[in-house]
């Protein structure tokens, strides 16, 4: 399950991403649409670590088994 709860991220006063909350059971298959500039592929580069987030829980904290588990369960096609 992923489930994400008030993720943001900020390019100066520009709002790439801006408190989203997400919840993703086991199994689910999700799309991520939108027009050009939405968000998309912002939301997805933090979701896999790939730039940090200005607010939520930062998952760059993990270390060690907890790390491990985060990357196990974590994938991104580009």
Known sequence: ML???SLSRHFGDVRA?????????EG???EIIGRSGAGKSTLLSLINRLVDPTAGRNVTALKG???RL???QSAMIF
Do not use: F, G, Q, T
């Open 3 to 5: 489930e994400i709860r």
């Open 17 to 25: 991403v801006d408190d989203v909350r997400l919840k993703v059971d």
């Open 28 to 30: 689910e298959l999700v």
């Open 65 to 67: 088994h907890e790390l």
């Open 70 to 72: 985060w990357c196990a």
